[in-house]
């Protein structure tokens, strides 16, 4: 199911219910292109950055119990971003002055 978010000066915008796979795949670069600078400045950022430094520094130790304990904390993240992808873009959508128009619900 997908909910329609309206605003008078940039028309219509679509969010789908549920898991995001764009966000849980592309994370960062999906945040960007829709414009969602908050949760990627204060969530995404920080988090990637910090994974990013720690990957690094686990690689360079060379102790495969740390390799996947980062393999699975990067794969978490990848879950949590496609969980809450959508709820973000919906916030996202909101803030910037969107209103959700409940009687035009689409399926998917």
Known sequence: ?????????????????????????FGSLWAMAHHM?????????????AFSLLTGLVQAR???????????????????RGWYGNRWLAASLRRRGYTENATLLLQA
């Open 62 to 80: 060379h102790d495969e119990a740390l390799v996947i304990g980062m393999l699975l904390a990067n794969l978490g993240l990848a879950a949590v």
């Open 37 to 49: 600078w908050a949760p990627y400045v204060l969530v995404l950022l920080p988090v990637e950055v």
């Open 1 to 25: 199911m997908k909910h329609l978010y309206f605003n008078p000066h940039q028309g219509v915008a679509s969010v789908k219910q549920g898991f995001s796979w764009p966000a849980c795949i």
